[in-house]
Structure formats: structure tokens, C-alpha cells
């Protein structure tokens, strides 16, 4: 074991960035006061933290998964945007003991998660700066840029009544993931069912390529805090209301169901630690398992799936899968019942 | 007082957001996944996070002067590039029973740095992205996006012996400021020249407005670490070596003497609780008001002052002030003696 505090900063930033890929576009990497590169188009930027306690636990922490993550799901952003990715910058504290190989095990998450987004989407995707520092915390902080032709980002904006509305990867499973590590269940002991969907929660695999796929679509988002929460936002930007179908969601809910009958299971038995989020709904009458996968699908983010809405008329490609329509009015609703907009918020209501 | 927790999160980001300005360069600003920005040549891009306890006690903490260093120490390394301020990216972490009017400030001191140096610079730098999320410690995340003329960035690499060195700003009053706050000394308690010291700790004001007046500068670097340190990495990218003049940095000394005298007075009385970075040389022999002065000139940065190389036969403009000369060689010396890179580094050496 080496920790940190026995090396120097510049010699732990050039070990951990020996994977740096340098594509033509950038012209100065890490190592200058900034970084110089060529964007071609637009710019599409976005910037997310991932601190701990809040996001994750020492507990359940995985150096690697937590580099994964912490690139999914800056990099969906910019993806939902329908951007090509550009570059990274990562800014990353850590308690000086830490050993040398989890902070590359970090990197190799992050280069293994740009990598992937990278042969998705025909790009290269490099780290171009960033930060390194000391604290007491684990946070990681990253900022993602991509490009995009003029006036052809899509934005939440807009949806418009008639659209179908489509989803890329998944929901649900990374909320599942989580009441399972809060029911005490851990990556090594789950089997292989339950483990993957912890697997999801601790690093998220977006579908970068079917962005490649969808046609047209007239607005998309990044479902990062539960369908529920972030189709509300598409409603109230492109002034619509959208509707969702119960029979749609089955392929989402039914595969979660051993998940929640294993959560509902262990609640009974009073031996969950730590009871958050969708948990709440369990002091209400009797929740079935149905009921709890069904409110992950609903109210659970970081699957960082894509919902987006396009023509009914356009074939959707491969990748999506229909799950309600876009219509008038100004709320989410699932089979003509409205949905309370309950998915992740750091803040309050 | 109204606790964070108290207010939803899109309520909190409106509400400070209140006075983002919005260029034309701006398409799509906060509220979607990512920003869409107009970029008008290469993209100069950074990164750099303040995380309490490391950069900054809660003891110190005045809120509106955090958001002045965060923006500044962002906003200074893309000017040291030449570039012009495009925007920024503010992931802020806060406990969440903190009170909206301390975000406000934050806020507030961000946008009031983002304007100083838009003055300066003839440009306006809104706020075009970010993340907020609750946790125990302060944490803030900055990216900061510039833009440059094609093949007109100002690297570390290209300075040449027989060009003059030259300063603009300062070095080591934050030094200074840091070691009297170590010393007990507070804001409210000081007089006004030592005050001003720990002003500059606290919240630093980079010289942007020199950077339009200095004529075609061969390197150029923010100066965060301290002279010796930053310098040396000048050196090395340059494959030069830089001889500081000691006479001409009386002027950046002599003012430092004062808090010199009250530092050493209260480390000789053992009042200093927190003795780090240049205390540790009290440990060797006597050590006189005028070495610790010259120490923190050498070794301390967070001034962010700009130094630059440029031809000696070019006038230097308002605010440059010659400092020293680069030779041939590959070190930092000071009237011919070596400087060991001693500046702040994170983790060990």
C-alpha cells in the first residue's frame, strides 16, 4: 500500500492519467493552467458531484464503479443534450491515507465508462483537467463537455402533444439497488439477479448508443431523478401533459419484482438499517411487491435511462421502447391518473 | 433564517441565479440537462475545488468572500492562458440546515468576481451550469470556460532565455493572510493593513485587467502555488532557467513586514493554535521578519498574480512589474542562489 501523502501531486496526476486518450481535438491536455481544445459546433456543458454520505457510502464503496458512475452520469447529460462528447474535467478530493491503487482504480472507472460512450457514439472522449486535492470526504466532481450543430440540441422543451414518448435503457433498477443495500444485501453476498441490480445503483450503464438510433426525437432528458420527477420537467418546459401506460412498464416492472419482495421481506423482518426514499410509502397500508417495483420504475433515477418523445409515425430504433404519449395538459399521469412528482430531490419537497 | 432543507431545489437555484447575466453567447442557459454556449474559437477549460477544513475553516468562513476565491482562482487560470472568460459551472455541496442568505452571498461574491473580471476584460461570464447537493462539508467545484484566438493561448512552455520576467498583481500577502488567520488574528480583530492580508487570503482579486496591457508574452502562468513552485513549472515546460531579481521584489516584501513582525511575535509567545506551510522553517535558526516577508513572497501563492515572460525590449504594460529574468538552465534562483520548489502542494513532497 502507498498512500497518497508519500507521493507528490503531479506524480499521482501523470500515474492516474497514463490512459489519457489524446484525440485531435484537444491542442494543450492536463498540465497547464487549462486546457486548449478545438470544439467543433456548439458547446454543450454540464457538472455534477457526487459527495460522500449523500451519494454513496464507505460501505458500499468500490473505487471503480464509483469512477463509472461518477462519468455516467455526466455523460448522459451531455448525451441527452444529443451531443457528442468532447472531454472531461474531473476534480476529485480524497483523504491524503488513501492508497495510490484505488485512486487509479477511480481513473480506470472513469476511462473504462468514457470508453464505452466512446465506441457508442464514435468519438474520443479524454480527461482535460481538473483537480486534486485533500479532504476528510470523498468527492468527486465532474464537468462534461460535448459538442453539437448549430440549433440542433434537444432540449425538454420540446414535446409536443401527438408525440409517443420512448425510453432507452432503463428505470427503476438503480432505486431497486439501493433499497437493497439499505436492506443490509452487499455486491458479494446477492445472487446473481439481485447483485445487478446494485450493480446499476453503483454504476449505471446509460444506453449512449441508442442516441444513435431514435430518429428525430422533439425533446429528450436524462431521467437522473425518477420518471416521475423528470417527465414532470419535459411537461412543464414544452407546455404539455404526458401520459404513461401501465401495460408499457411491465418489462420495467416485472423484473424487479424479486427485488422488492426481498426488500418488502427484510422491512418486515425490521432488519433495514437505513430506510430512505421510496421506503416512506411503507409506513402507509400494507405495500406489495408490485406497488414498491412499481414506485421504482416511477420515482427511481440513476439508471440515467433517456425518455424522449418523437413522432408516432417515426419508427423508434433500436434500443427504445414506447411507454406512453405526449398530450395536452400540464402534468405526468399513468393511464389517465395523475402522478406526484416524487423522485430525488437534495432539498426539501 | 430559512435551512435549505426547508425550500425545494429548483426554488433554491432561481432564487440565486436571480442576477445570472445572459450573453448572446448563452443558447440554452441552467434548467435543461446541459448548457448549449456559443464558443467563438478554442476553448479554454479548468477546473479547481475548495472543500473546508483544507482550503478554508468554518471558522473563517464568510460565505460572500468563498464565492470571490472560487470564481477567482477559476476566472485567473484561464486568463493566465489569454483567454477570454466564457462561463462557469458551480457544483456547490452545504449542509442542509444551512440558511438560503449564506448560498445567497456565495452567490452573490461568484457573480461579483465574474463581473469584476468581465469589466476588465470587456466580456460578461454568466453562471451556465452546476450542481447542488447537501453534505456535511462545504465543498465547491468550479469549472471555468474561456475562449482564444486559434493558435494564441499563452502556455507555460515558451518562455526564452534573455526574456524579462514580469509580475502582475501580487504574491504572498494570501500567504501573509493565511498565517496571521493561523496566528489567531480574525477579519473583525485586525487593524486595517493586516486586515487587508487576510482579505486576500480569503478572497483574492487577480489583476485581470492587466492582462490586455502586456504586449505579446512568450509564457505566462497563474501563480496558485507560489512563485518558487510555479515558477519551476515554467522552468521545466520552457526548458529554461529564471533568476528572480531580490531587489526588485522589495516592493512585494516590504509591505508583508508588519504581519511578518506579528506573526513571529505570536509564534515567540506560543499563541499559535494551527502552525503549517512556512512555519515550519521557525524550526531552524532565528528567523527574522524579513525571511518569513521573502518566504511567503517565494513560496506563497493564492494571490493569483499573473507572471509572464515577454522580449525586455518591450515596454511592459500598466500593472506589470519586472520581476527577474529567464536564462538558459533548467531552476529557480534568486540573484544566482537556487530556490527550492517549496510552494503548497496537496500530498507530501
Redesign the interface.
Known amino acids: 500500500m502507498t498512500r497518497?501523502?508519500?507521493?507528490?501531486?503531479s506524480?499521482?496526476i501523470s500515474r492516474v492519467l497514463t490512459r489519457n486518450p489524446e484525440p485531435a481535438h484537444v491542442?494543450?491536455g492536463p498540465?497547464?493552467?487549462?486546457?486548449?481544445?478545438?470544439?467543433e459546433g456548439?458547446?454543450?456543458?454540464?457538472?455534477?458531484?457526487l459527495?460522500e454520505?449523500?451519494?454513496f457510502t464507505r460501505d458500499w464503496l468500490d473505487w471503480e464503479l464509483l469512477g463509472r458512475k461518477a462519468a455516467a452520469q455526466n455523460l448522459?447529460?451531455?448525451c441527452?443534450?444529443g451531443?457528442t462528447p468532447h472531454?472531461l474535467?474531473?476534480?476529485l478530493?480524497v483523504p491524503?491515507d488513501t492508497d495510490i491503487t484505488d485512486i487509479e482504480a477511480l481513473y480506470s472507472g472513469l476511462f473504462e465508462e468514457a470508453e464505452r460512450a466512446g465506441t457508442a457514439l464514435e468519438c474520443t472522449v479524454p480527461i482535460?483537467?481538473?483537480?486534486?486535492?485533500?479532504?476528510?470526504?470523498i468527492?468527486i466532481?465532474i464537468?462534461?463537455?460535448?459538442t453539437?450543430q448549430e440549433d440542433s440540441?434537444t432540449?425538454?422543451?420540446g414535446a409536443r402533444p401527438g408525440d409517443s414518448l420512448y425510453l432507452a435503457g432503463t428505470v427503476g433498477r438503480a432505486a431497486a439497488g439501493l433499497d437493497l443495500l439499505f436492506a443490509g444485501l452487499r455486491r458479494d453476498t446477492a445472487g446473481p439477479e439481485l447483485r445487478s441490480l446494485i450493480d446499476t445503483q453503483l454504476a449505471p450503464q446509460p444506453d449512449y448508443g441508442a442516441l444513435r438510433t431514435l430518429g428525430t426525437a422533439s425533446a429528450?432528458?436524462?431521467v437522473s431523478d425518477g420518471l416521475s420527477l423528470d417527465l414532470a420537467r419535459v411537461a412543464a418546459?414544452s407546455g404539455v401533459g404526458i401520459d404513461l401506460e401501465r401495460a408499457l412498464l411491465d418489462d420495467l416492472v416485472d423484473p424487479l419484482l424479486p427485488a422488492a419482495e426481498y426488500v418488502l421481506d427484510s422491512r418486515a423482518k425490521g432488519v433495514s438499517g437505513d430506510a430512505e426514499g421510496v421506503a416512506d410509502s411503507a409506513n402507509g397500508p400494507v405495500m406489495t411487491a408490485e406497488d414498491l417495483a412499481l414506485s421504482w420504475v416511477l420515482d427511481g433515477g440513476e439508471d440515467h435511462g433517456f425518455a424522449a418523445s418523437a413522432s408516432p409515425r417515426q419508427d423508434p430504433g433500436v434500443g427504445w421502447r414506447r411507454i406512453g404519449e405526449i398530450r395536452t395538459g400540464h402534468d405526468v399521469s399513468l393511464d389517465g391518473t395523475p402522478v406526484p412528482a416524487s423522485g430525488f430531490?437534495?432539498?426539501?419537497?
Request: no cysteine; aromatic share 2%; hydrophobic share 50%.
Open positions: 497518497l501523502s508519500e507521493l507528490g501531486e506524480h499521482i491542442i494543450v498540465g497547464d493552467d487549462a486546457a486548449v481544445t478545438a470544439p456548439r458547446l454543450v456543458s454540464t457538472a455534477d458531484m459527495v454520505n449523500e451519494d448522459a447529460d451531455v441527452a443534450m451531443a472531454g474535467l474531473v476534480s478530493a491524503n482535460i483537467g481538473g483537480d486534486l486535492s485533500s479532504s476528510k470526504l468527492v466532481a464537468t462534461a463537455l460535448g453539437v440540441a432540449l425538454r422543451s429528450m432528458i436524462d418546459a430531490s437534495h432539498f426539501g419537497k
